[in-house]
């Protein structure tokens, strides 16, 4: 789970009691990382696998602790309950785990390299913590580079938070792949960091360095891609974490831009006094702003239609969205990407 | 310098060798500070006053060191090295403060109360050591509150860095407390905190708590003003700096703008590859940006003339600006604010 997310890696992932539908990073990891996950950890559904749980998830077993997970390098707590703490039901699986030299990744509040059994016990066994909530201490404020990197830049945008903008860009990249396309992944979120095995989570740095730390990983890896789909962050739009989103439209500097909605989302999630502005307005704000510092078109749109029921009644969705956008859209998770993806692709 | 900025106080600011020219936060201070300012230390300058270097400072005596300085509570470092270090020559004029019993207020990189002399020393005299860039450690993320306060809220914003957002909000909040209205201010960067005696850092706060260090700025005194002055930070175009912006735009929720630019200036300072876009283009964005969290527009601006040669240049300058912008504008530093003053309080 270090440097780079092509390193072959064995991986057990923690879910105790919620896979899968509390478990949003568990499934995220199953569904797009690079890595293996060889076992999910759910003491209340040993023995069935994530594949009976839900169709688009990997056969993969489901066992009670580590301690009769198969043989692995790292253990992922891929589970957060409300508040970021660490449950004390998972202290004895990831002392297994550092026994059985495991590095340990989470992104919790509670940050594990401070829990002094863990520390101790790391450090006797050669392990690492990993605490991804957590930035580099060696970050700084952007120089104004990102546009120079040879990949194309995709920067997925939102009409709020919590509208599928992590999954669009992932879901976009293994289209690219599968079009035989040399894309990859700029993650900015921990559950990103997660299933990418690297990244600085955005929110969590220092407000003068927001730009500069996406910049980072561009610089980072943006020579080594044809595509690189960024991860967004909150809505331009938000009345608290617009910050961070128009930090990362700066440093992330994409050629284009993919606008995120949830079907039916009429106010901003948690924040209801206020409402989203029409569509056509989040396109105006999202280019009229990134235009100053690198000139980039919203050249498609991804609906979460989740909440809708049926096929017909998403489709029909979609098909508003698209309209209102005046540019491709689908939902990606439900429909396929093709359109979408040709519209990025031409840019 | 703790809690309210009307707490009286008998201050000594520390300059030496820099004053007046290179000792911003000691001018800034001698101008605007509500506390009373009882001695400069500069042992280059010793035996003068401010007014003897500066026409439009006050008669404060400047003396050699500490131990020279009249009764005081605060000492207060008003110059910050490049890198802002500590610089040691410094460290008996904090000594000798601290053993007279003043708190010591400082906005350097280097945290006075992480060295172990200072620290032992403050404890044993029982004072504080402030250093205004650490933010405090109980912020979180935005209400969407902060346009419920009873005052009007001005914010200024800029066409980049340094154009003079402080010293504008600061020369706007003095023109209105002189036709007696209930003005105040809200310092988001360090000099203005060591001018106002109080507020968060927002370049150093978490990129996801921006909006929420101003917003509970705006909720402690909102209601104590009929108009509050915001301190903007950086500019909404900034390819570094504009996540803090964005931040501050919409966790004060300004009621109106002033837009402050720097004649001559047509690059982003340090970032030369970066045009600065039309005056109207940063209308539109600053204005539309605001919109769907809540309405305000740019009712005035203010030219920093500062680098033109001339009353009449300048005034030549400020013209054209005014035409630009479309509404009034002048540069509060050289020339009145009364038509800027105007169009804010019609708002």
Redesign the interface.
Known sequence: MTGNADDAERVVVLAHEKFPERAKTATGVLKYADYDVVAVLDRDRAGTTAADHRADLPEVPIVESMADAPDADTLLVGIAPIGGGFDDSWRPDVRTAIERGCDVVAGLHYFLADDEEFAALADEHGVDLRDVRKPPEDLT????KSADVDAEVVLTVGTDCSVGKMTVALELMEAARERGVDAGFIPTGQTGIMIAGWGNP???????????AVEEMLLEVGDDYDVLFVEGQGS????????????I???A?PDSMVLCHAAGREAIHG?E??A??PIG?YV??YE??A???HEGDVVAGALNTSGVDGDEAARAAVDDFTDELGAPATDPVRFDADAVLDAILDE
């Open positions: 404020v952007a120089s104004g955005i929110d969590r740095v220092i407000s003068d360095f927001t730009a500069g331009i739009v938000h009345p608290a974490y617009s910050a961070v989103t128009c930090g439209l700066h440093g500097m924040y006094d206020f989203l502005p307005e105006d704000l009229g702003l235009a100053p510092v």
